[in-house]
């Protein structure tokens, strides 16, 4: 009788899984999988064409998995969505292991929850979520990042059955003999897309600007600048969707990406100040005939005589409150 619990679970190879503004890595058991017939290989993926097959794996761009268009992305995941193939087997953190500067263990800086936040007791594989443990603590000073963030999280899947067949009121079940085939191990990282990413010219090309129009105002577009998550996915670094509006009827920034939380641009910490201002223009709304149009980075400027290169800092917060700064140069071109 073939082990279906460890078939299913089976040979997890290495990947790296876009979910709820995270991202989730899986490894290689650590027990092997024998190769003379005793478990049976339920699928594999050996990474070695140009890009994710999508049969195989999920990629949540949008961090909510329904488009984003304003939703709130979650910043849990659930376990079954990145897996091929499942069985709804119990699930815990392992407590003994050490992770990072303080040793604290995989069940110490993450916990198990329902779709609601809410933990569960006894959790299982099916319909249950991964979240780090706020209680822990310990979170970066500097940018939030919560202790665990990049660590290897360890999870046991256990099961006493390897197969059970159900046929009208009449149950049968097949247990493991050896203690040690109950349970089956296998690692997570949870990891910001937004934090690990990039923002650049777009494509990586340079910005350039006009010296003759900062006087009143160069303006750099959605097709001059992007951000790009660690799987290179594209989001807008200017405000790309309608936002609150305020006492004074100011339209607040907001974007299309659910996983942004807030980005702001200023000119990057240097002397002298090249530009006299540096502003973000807000998303307008389509109204009748007229199409909606993204904002833009505004630089104001006096007048500047010779070509010169600036960077501007653009600092990007993801839902997880992790805030990260990127230094941008923006090459100010004199036309002849």
């Known amino acids: 009788m073939r082990k279906w619990f460890r ?8 990947a790296t899984i876009a979910f709820s503004g995270m991202y989730i890595v ?3 058991s650590t027990k092997d999988v024998k190769a003379d017939g005793e478990y049976q290989l339920v699928w594999s993926d050996e990474f070695d064409g140009t890009e994710l097959n999508r049969n195989n794996w999920n990629v949540d761009v949008n961090g909510n998995g329904e488009g984003n268009n304003g939703e709130i992305a979650k910043n849990i995941v659930e376990m079954n969505k990145y897996f091929k193939k499942s069985v709804n087997v119990a699930v815990a953190l392992k ?4 992770l990072g500067s303080a040793n604290k263990s995989s069940a110490a800086v993450a916990q198990f929850t329902d779709k609601d936040s809410k933990v569960k007791a006894s959790p299982t594989f099916l319909e249950t979520y991964l979240a780090f443990n706020e209680a822990a603590g310990n979170k970066s000073t500097t940018d939030k990042r919560q202790y665990g963030y990049g660590e290897a999280l360890t999870v046991i899947a256990s099961s006493e059955y390897y197969a059970i067949k159900v046929s009208g009121k009449t149950t049968e079940t097949w247990e493991y003999t050896k ?10 990282k949870l990891m ?55 006492k004074a009827e100011e339209e607040s920034l907001a974007w299309d990406n659910a996983q942004i939380k807030d980005i702001k641009v200023v000119e990057a910490d240097h002397t002298p100040k090249l530009f006299t201002t540096v502003t973000q223009t807000s998303y307008t709304a389509a109204k009748n005939d007229t199409p909606a149009k993204k904002g833009t980075i505004k630089l104001v400027a006096e ?3 010779n070509e010169t290169t600036v960077d501007l ?24």
Not at 315 to 332: L, Q, S
């Open 313 to 336: 800092t653009v600092t990007v917060e993801d839902i997880w409150g992790y805030a990260k700064p990127f230094n941008v140069p923006v090459n100010i071109k004199i036309q002849k």
């Open 192 to 246: 910001s897309p937004i934090y690990e990413g990039k923002v650049t010219g777009i494509d990586g090309k340079s910005i350039n600007v006009s010296a003759n129009d900062l006087k009143n105002g160069a303006h750099i577009t959605d097709d001059m600048i992007k951000g790009y998550d660690y799987n290179n996915n594209p989001y807008s670094i200017v405000a790309s969707a309608e936002g609150s509006k305020s």
């Open 26 to 28: 899986g490894n290689e």
């Open 95 to 98: 407590s003994d292991d050490k």
């Open 179 to 188: 203690a040690a085939e109950k349970t089956y191990s296998f690692q997570i």
């Open 7 to 14: 078939k299913c679970m089976a040979s997890l190879c290495a």
């Open 303 to 305: 007048s500047v005589s």
